[in-house]
Structures are given as structure tokens and as C-alpha cells.
């Protein structure tokens, strides 16, 4: 497994995990945008099995703009 796909998956599990404080899991998936369409299975699996709609929303809204190639800045 590439260093890339470890990374993607690590993201992935901080973002489902229900221990951290939800900054932080927005943070997990706000990171994994640096992969781009690499990390669309990783943000398709947190949209499926998260239980907090704010996780959702935002792992469909980077889906989306992934998918429609808009550039996405982590900064505001």
C-alpha cells in the first residue's frame, strides 16, 4: 500500500472517530481534499456511515466540488 492510500485511510478513520471532538474530524476531512479525486472513496464512505449531519454535508460538498474540479482551499 502507497504512503498516499495510508494517509487517505488515516483521515478516514479520524474523521469516523466519535471520540474526537468534531473540529477535529471536520479537520480529518477537510485534509483529505489534498488527494483529490484519490480520496472521493474515503469521503463516499464517511457521507454512507457517519451518523452527524454536519460530517455528512460536508464530505457530499467536497464529493461535489471534487467531482466538478473546483479548486479547493482549505483557508477561507
Do not use: C, H, W
Not at 452527524?52 to 454535508?57: A, F
Amino acid at each position: 500500500m502507497d504512503r498516499n492510500n495510508v494517509a487517505i485511510e488515516v483521515l478516514r478513520d479520524m474523521a469516523m472517530d466519535s471520540s474526537r471532538v468534531l473540529v477535529e474530524r471536520q479537520r480529518a476531512i477537510d485534509a483529505l481534499t489534498l488527494f483529490r479525486e484519490g480520496a472521493i472513496p474515503a469521503l463516499n464512505y464517511i457521507e454512507r456511515k457517519t451518523d452527524m449531519g454536519v460530517l455528512k454535508e460536508r464530505a457530499r460538498l467536497y464529493i461535489d466540488r471534487i467531482r466538478q474540479g473546483a479548486t479547493i482551499s482549505m483557508t477561507l
